[in-house]
C-alpha cells in the first residue's frame, strides 16, 4: 500500500513544527501525540481543557499545521490513523489463510456482537447524561407551542424527520422544514410562540448558529440535541440534551449516534404523552382508523 506523501502526513508535520510551536501549542502538540484515537471525538472545547489551553490557541495550532481549523485537523488525523491501522491489518491479512463456512458464520456473529456492544454503550452513554429537569423543561417548551421546527444538516436532517413524524402522531403542531434556505427563511418568521427543535451532533456547523441566532431575534425558543454540550451551537439553545455515542471524523453518521438521538426522541415523546394520556390515545387511534384503508 503506498503512503502518502511526506507533507501531508499530519504526525510528521507536528514533529517537524513541533519547536516552532509556543509553550500552549507544545501542550496540544503532546496531548495530540499521546491520544490520537481520543482526540478524534473530541470537541474543540474538550480538547482544549484537557490541554489547559484556551480554544484560540487550538484554532492557531491547527493554522500553523497549514488547516483551515479542528474539523479539518481531526478529519487529517483520521485519515493517518487509519492508514496506520490498515498497513498493520494488511500485513495481518496476508498471513491468514482461507476461511471455512463454520469460520465465515463466526465471523458475521462477532462482527453483530461488536456493533450491539456498541449501540449499548450509545444508550449508556445517553442515559447517564440525562437530566429530569431538562427533559421537563425541554417538554414544556414543545406542548407549549404553536408551532416546532425540526430541522437539521445531513444526516442530522433525517433526525429532525424521525422527530417530526413521531411526534406528529400525537399532535399537529410539529414540521420538518429541510432543505438549510427553507429553514433561514422560517427561522426569519418565527414567533415567540414558536420553537425551534435542531438536531447537530457536533453543534459546531455554520448552519445552526446562523439559525438559532434568526430564532433567538425572533423571541422563539430552541432545544438542540447534540453530542456536545460546550460547543457553539449549544451556547445558543435554551435547552441542550447530550446524546451519548463517539463518532469519528471519518464516520459521517454512525447508526449508533442515531439510536442514541432516538432514545432521546422518544423520551421527550413519552413525557408529552403523559403530559395529556387521553388526547394522546384519541389522536393515535384517529390516525391509525384513517390509515387502516392503506394496508392490504
Do not use: W
Not at 489551553?53 to 484554532?59: F, Q
Not at 441542550?240 to 415523546?269: H, K, W
Request: hydrophobic content about 45%.
Amino acid at each position: 500500500m503506498a503512503g502518502t506523501p511526506l507533507e501531508e502526513n499530519i504526525i510528521v508535520k507536528l514533529n517537524n513544527s513541533y519547536y516552532h510551536l509556543t509553550a500552549s501549542e507544545k501542550k496540544v502538540a503532546d496531548y495530540v501525540l499521546s491520544h490520537k484515537r481520543e482526540v478524534q471525538f473530541m470537541s474543540i472545547s474538550e480538547l482544549a481543557d484537557e490541554c489547559g489551553v484556551a480554544e484560540a490557541t487550538i484554532s492557531r495550532f491547527c493554522r500553523r499545521q497549514k488547516l483551515h481549523g479542528y474539523n479539518a485537523f481531526k478529519l487529517a488525523l483520521a485519515m493517518e490513523t487509519a492508514r496506520e491501522e490498515a498497513g498493520v491489518a494488511a500485513s495481518a491479512e496476508s498471513e491468514v489463510t482461507a476461511l471455512s463456512e463454520e469460520e465465515e458464520a463466526d465471523a458475521v456473529i462477532e462482527m453483530s456482537r461488536r456493533q450491539y456492544a456498541e449501540y449499548k454503550a450509545a444508550l449508556s452513554q445517553t442515559m447517564a447524561q440525562i437530566r429530569p429537569e431538562r427533559i421537563r423543561e425541554a417538554v414544556d417548551l414543545l406542548a407549549g407551542a404553536d408551532k416546532v421546527f425540526c430541522m437539521g444538516q445531513g444526516g442530522s436532517m433525517i433526525m429532525a424527520q424521525e422527530a417530526a413524524h413521531l411526534f406528529s402522531t400525537v399532535s399537529l403542531r410539529f414540521f420538518n422544514v429541510p432543505d438549510s434556505h427553507l429553514q433561514a427563511s422560517a427561522a426569519s418568521l418565527l414567533t415567540p410562540r414558536d420553537v425551534l427543535f435542531f438536531f447537530s451532533y457536533s453543534g459546531s456547523t455554520k448552519d445552526i448558529v446562523d439559525i438559532m441566532a434568526l430564532a433567538r431575534e425572533r423571541g422563539a425558543k430552541s432545544i438542540l440535541i447534540t453530542r456536545f454540550a460546550k460547543s457553539p451551537g449549544a451556547a445558543c439553545a435554551d435547552v441542550v440534551l447530550q446524546c451519548g455515542s463517539n463518532e469519528g471524523p471519518l464516520q459521517l453518521g454512525t447508526v449508533a449516534a442515531r439510536v442514541a438521538q432516538l432514545f432521546l426522541v422518544d423520551i421527550l415523546y413519552q413525557e408529552m404523552c403523559l403530559r395529556n394520556p387521553e388526547e394522546a390515545r384519541i389522536n393515535r387511534e384517529r390516525i391509525a382508523g384513517a390509515l387502516a384503508d392503506k394496508h392490504i
